[in-house]
């Protein structure tokens, strides 16, 4: 996966392995130069092949003398063990749901957009997909064997979905996680002016504002399911 990263941002890349078996994996990822490690020429081959400004290691330990022996003077060791792992995983969590957020809150702006590419006109790549868009965009990345990339779809729409059901709007969970604590902190202060429990919300009233949210969503993914047939979002030029 990270072979195929870096291949993609125009990279060249070599790759080091301890067997055929992983070594026909890395050729397969599209790695430029696949070289044993466990050779002894290996440092060699690697500085035939060009000066190397990115390194990115998971065993230092083992492979520290080997990475030194072929990084270039101004170049850049990477690692992570397991403990930084996870730390590192936890800040991009946070940063993903962070941007997730931002681009729930520019929907509104985007909608223009998606209905101009309806008449013909470029599509925005920035403008919202629906099921169709994504399970196209999934599709082309199979298609070209870019499997990392399928990958950080299908998290980034799971993202999405989880933090889209979460705004405080019905009929989404979060709008009865709302309604939960609007009860709760509705309680506390009546408990606190001596005051009987008023009950739970009446959820009959806030019916007509739970079909404007459908109707309104409804129309939404009317207009990104026509964009993502009629002037689709494509990640490979054809």
Do not use: C
Not at 145 to 150: D, K, M, P, R, S
Request: aromatic share 10%; no cysteine.
């Amino acid at each position: 996966m990270v072979v195929q990263m870096a291949k993609a941002l125009g990279a060249r890349v070599v790759t080091t392995v301890s067997s055929p078996a992983k070594a026909a994996l890395a050729e397969k990822a599209g790695a430029d130069l696949v070289v044993n490690y466990r050779s002894p020429d290996a440092a060699d081959q690697v500085r035939a092949f060009g000066p190397v400004d990115r390194v990115i290691e998971v065993a230092l330990g083992a492979n520290f003398q080997l990475d030194l022996a072929t990084a270039g003077p101004h170049a850049t060791i990477v690692t992570y063990g397991p403990v930084d792992s996870l730390r590192q995983s936890g800040m991009y969590t946070g940063r993903v749901f962070a941007a997730m957020g931002g681009a729930i809150g520019r929907i509104p702006e985007k909608i223009p957009a998606l209905w101009n590419s309806l008449s013909g006109k470029p599509r925005d790549p920035n403008t919202p997909i629906s099921v169709v868009g994504a399970s196209r965009l999934g599709g082309e990345t199979v298609e070209h064997g870019a499997w990392w990339l399928f990958l950080n779809i299908l998290i980034t729409l799971n993202f999405f979905v989880g933090v889209f059901n979460l705004l405080p709007l019905l009929p989404l969970d979060g709008g009865h996680i709302a309604i939960a604590w609007f009860e709760r902190f509705r309680s506390w202060l009546y408990a606190r002016l001596h005051r009987p429990d008023p009950g739970r919300v009446n959820y009959l009233k806030l019916m007509p504002f739970t079909y404007a949210v459908i109707l309104i969503f409804g129309g939404f993914t009317v207009l990104t399911v026509a964009a993502d047939i009629v002037n689709p979002i494509t990640l490979f030029s054809k």
